[in-house]
């Protein structure tokens, strides 16, 4: 603040202003606020309106030019007030009260009301008396400045406004009085104006160059502060993709691997994903040829013929595939090769460098697009707090968390790597959306100004061009929501989960009453586009269509028809606020229960490509529930429960103490909106959505330690909230240079641990090497066809498909059922059933080849339940076979004979012909 005294702008917002004319002690219910978007008659209005409000560029020293019939002088009739100097900041409250002033018949006010107390001391005093009494009013000048601290934007006061608020007020002698409300030589004035038919606002080609004039000086201060953050998020960008870079050829010793290395160390289904760049880059003729030959891919799942794109979530790889052929074609990529000698008992190999090379274009590829979630949560980070000290605070918690956010640096192809700098950015999205309460909210009461029109037999018309901005900004909206969503969604299966539970975090907002309906079904109908765009690029992806996502999207929509029904009904049951909650509950349960269980298991015959994860998540809950597929994912450690190890370092960076500082101050005012439930007070919703949002993402990384790259980034964001001054009482904000102060501490408690997590991730050194794989590679690809099919482990599959383009019949990618099924078959080698038996299975499959792992055989190797013959044992049903002690992968081993021959043996790998 200037001074103690100082009057500071308010916002233009209808919502701040009932806040305010509710703390000066105005009834709300007998004198309102809207906001009006177009003047359009085919708008018939519902309600009187006694003033209207606009927002204009201040246009310097005088006053707009309007076409003026004659001038009245001020009378007993007309209340005014003079906006005086030390009042330049105050024009919102001054045409506040020339609208309240002129319309006191039909006003209520509350017992004790300072505003009926003012109104009644200047009753009979000039203008300048009044502005005199107001300035010196200290009960107006407090509500006003606690307003004033509530907007979404930077406090300013005197001469860096930039905008002038003007008040016409509608009299009963069908004239419209405009109250310009300047200071010093833009003194407040009232003007008369006939109101005529079609009659358009006037403004002078000097008043209209001065506007423009004013308005590009605001827009380039803007722009200045827009760049200066572009610009720090690109240096952040830049060093967190060197930085991870840096990681990754640090482990693997990348640039010093053979291409057959290189293709070997991306193991899993990071090998299946990157043999698709492959196949479309490097492999075939054309983009064409490379982009059919996954459309209709009989390689993957042999000899059957599937639809890859469709199934495996490949955008990102026919993206960077057409990339590398273009640069390619036009010599935009170079490389250096040398020979690397690995050793005596080792062969040397070529190795390339540079960007010609596919395995460097790719991994740098994936390398820049994470690179920038680190910018865009700098800039989502001061956006939230409105401060850039909050952008800073959310960078370091990241790079200081680093290890607990991400493993991009260990595992570049996998699907997280692509799509989540693309939630980091529909999160950002979601929020500025939350934020645009007069964007989306009371768009019925534009028809109002027509109706009392009509009413008065009084037409005008004025064209206003904020109307075709809201129209374009809506389209804005639209775009940027769906488009971030779809981005989000394209690459990784996953993203439709967390969007279930970002709706369900919405949701409950909007059954508690909290989320405006407007705002509400603006998201849900806008998500609803995303669904149909995601699945008309997925080929009609059958996963997507029946998910959690699609079932709660629907059902929210269906709860948004039925309400915006009984909105506009005149049931006497809509004003209590537990009928209301009570209402969206049920019509939410009904819908889902109905859409679930009813309609999706109609049309697709009862799905079960996700019920895997319920089964996972059964099977956390309860150790008496175990399948083979659950089996296969827990006793994984990725997919255990978050240890205490990884609870214990986010609490040394400080970065668990200082977010739970924020959630319990975010759920403090979240519990209170919820009891009080004041409808006029100002909310931010966005802010309770992110609550609601990270306890979600805590629950996921508990449950399930390979999702903590959700709550870590979101608690690094929470973080920044700490510079948003709105959060915080007035007692401390009076603290000199408390922001400065609070800043450094928590950046110095961040650091201790920080900068040693930092240390010791850059001290990981590694170099990658699997000698038995590429001896079985090379083996492969002399002494097979390029049309054999092969039978083994997923892992391993996925890498024969990437490094010998033979044809396989399972992979890694386990989110269908058929795949879950057939992985089921053929790891029937490794269970107690007969040879005979597997050797059936096989040759349904038409497979020529089965690679054997032996290190798999052994039940002793692996925690207990985790052995391949431990899991199968768990849904074995037969009483004869589990009597069994000798295991089909020990008769391959010894007697292999009728139905298998022994090819090609190494270290723990063999091959095997299917006889």
Known sequence: MSSSNSWHALESDPDLWRVYMDKLGIDINSFDFIEIYTLDEDYPPDEAIYSFIFLYPDSGSSSPKLQVSQSLPADDKLWTIKQIEELDSCCCLIALLHSIGNNLDKIQFKSNSPLAEFFEKT???????????????????????????????????????????????????????????????????????????????????????????????????????????????????????????????????????????????????????????????????????????????????????????????????????????????????????????????????????????????????????????????????????????????????????????????????????????????????????????????????????????????????????????????????????????????????????????????????????????????????????????????????????????????????????????????????????????????????????????????????????????????????SSKFRTFDTQLYTCAKEFDFTDLETITKLCQTGLIPFSFIILCRLAYSFLLDIFQNHKNEYKQIWNYYHLIQTGAYILMGIFIMRLKLFPVPQLCLLISLYMNEQLWPKKIKKITKWKTVLFIFIVIAMTIQGKTNIKEQLAIKGEYSNYPMEKMIEWINSNTQNDSIFAGTMPTMANLKLSTGRSIIVHPHYEHGKIRRRVKLVYTMYSRKPLRHIHSILKQFQVNYYVYESHWCTITNRPKGCSFPEMYDIDEEDERILRRTTLACHTLQSHPDPYFKKLFTYDHLSIYAVL
């Open 123 to 621: 009753k009979t005093m000039t203008a300048d008396e009044r502005a005199t009494t107001l300035l010196n009013d200290k009960t107006i000048h407090q509500a006003h400045e606690e307003i004033a601290e509530q907007g979404q934007t930077e406090m300013v006061d005197s001469g860096r406004v930039g905008y002038h608020y003007i008040a016409y007020i509608v009299s009963k002698n069908k004239y419209i009085y405009i109250y310009l409300n300047m200071p010093k030589d833009r003194q407040s004035t009232v003007r008369q104006r006939q109101q005529r038919p079609k009659n358009k606002q006037q403004i002078s080609t000097t008043e209209q160059a001065k506007i423009e004039k004013n308005e590009n000086y605001f827009q380039s201060s803007s722009i200045t502060y827009l760049l200066v953050l572009l610009i720090i998020a690109f240096i952040i960008s830049y060093l967190h993709f060197y930085y991870i870079y840096k990681l990754f050829e640090n482990d693997k010793h990348f640039s010093h691997l053979s291409t057959l290395e290189r293709e070997l160390s991306f193991r899993t289904e990071m090998g299946l994903y990157y043999s698709y760049f492959k196949q479309i880059a490097i492999d075939s003729s054309s983009f064409t040829q490379g982009f059919l030959s996954i459309v209709f891919d009989n390689r993957t799942e042999a000899p059957t013929t599937i639809n890859v794109l469709e199934r495996f979530n490949l955008y990102p790889e026919v993206l960077l595939g057409f990339i590398y052929r273009i640069m390619k074609s036009q010599n935009m990529l170079s490389e250096v090769c040398y020979q690397v000698t690995r050793g005596e008992t080792m062969s040397p190999v070529s190795s390339c460098e540079g960007h010609k090379e596919p395995t460097y274009f790719y991994v740098t590829s994936v390398f820049i697009l994470y690179g920038s979630l680190l910018g865009g949560l700098f800039l989502f980070g001061t956006y939230l707090s409105k401060s850039i000290l909050g952008g800073i605070l959310t960078t370091l918690a990241y790079i200081y968390n680093h290890g607990e956010a991400t493993r991009v640096m260990w595992t570049p192809p996998l699907r997280e790597s692509f799509s989540f700098p693309f939630h980091i950015l529909q999160l950002f999205i979601v929020t500025y959306v939350l934020q645009q309460q007069q964007t989306l909210m009371n768009t019925d009461v534009l028809k109002s100004l027509i109706k009392y029109i009509k009413k008065t037999d009084a037409p005008i018309s004025i064209e206003l061009q904020q109307n075709i901005i809201s129209r374009k900004r809506k389209i804005q909206l639209v775009l940027l929501l769906s488009g971030s969503t779809v981005l989000y969604m394209l690459p990784w299966q996953f993203a439709q989960f967390t969007l279930a539970t970002q709706l369900l975090s919405l949701g409950l907002l909007y059954i508690l009453d909290l989320l405006p309906f407007p705002q509400f079904f603006f998201i849900v109908c806008t998500q609803i586009l995303s669904l149909i765009i995601s699945t008309i690029l997925m080929f009609g992806n059958r996963m997507l269509l029946t998910s959690l996502f699609s079932t709660v999207l629907f059902s929210f929509y269906f709860v948004c028809i039925l309400d915006y029904i009984y909105l506009n009904s005149s049931s006497l049951f809509q004003s209590y606020r537990i009928v209301i909650i009570l209402r969206r509950i049920i019509f939410f349960l009904i819908s889902f229960i109905f859409i679930k269980f009813i309609i999706i298991n109609y049309l697709f015959k009862s799905p079960d490509d996700d019920a895997h994860i319920w089964d996972i998540l059964k099977s956390k809950l």
